[in-house]
Nanobody, 127 residues
Framework: QVQLVESGGGLVQAGGSLRLSCAAA????????MGWFRQAPGKEREFVAT????????YYEDSVKGRFTISRDNAKNTVYLQMNSLKPEDTAVYYC????????????????????WGQGTQVTVSS
């Protein structure tokens, strides 16, 4: 079992920045691909970003490329999402997720590929 706890959400003006953190409880965190997803009101959950075991590989959804950065610190069992130049359309509940079934090269982008999920943290961007 892996427990994931997100933090760092809040209210920010358009153009501002937030840094989300996701702390994982589990001995094999360094063997998980990690991802961030988001769900806006009335919409389906969507992929945002993913990072492989070592942090050397990353993949982003097109609308966040160049604005968001995913990173991880395996010594701290934590994955981060740095969000810059935020837009009102980024408003959503953000979830982190862990995939323990892949290889070190995997960059899963579909929610069914992830076994473990956090409770989510709200990000609200005002115009």
């Amino acid at each position: 079992q892996v427990q994931l706890v997100e933090s760092g959400g809040g209210l920010v003006q358009a153009g501002g920045s937030l840094r989300l953190s996701c702390a994982a409880a589990g001995r094999t965190f360094r063997s998980y691909a990690m991802g961030w997803f988001r769900q806006a009101p009335g919409k389906e959950r969507e992929f945002v970003a993913t990072i492989n075991w070592t942090g050397g590989l990353r993949y982003y959804e097109d609308s966040v490329k160049g604005r968001f950065t995913i990173s991880r610190d395996n010594a701290k069992n934590t994955v981060y999402l740095q969000m810059n130049s935020l837009k009102p359309e980024d408003t959503a509940v953000y979830y982190c997720a862990a995939d323990s079934n892949g290889s070190y090269l995997d960059l899963p982008r579909r929610d069914y590929e992830y076994e473990y999920w956090g409770q989510g943290t709200q990000v609200t961007v005002s115009s």
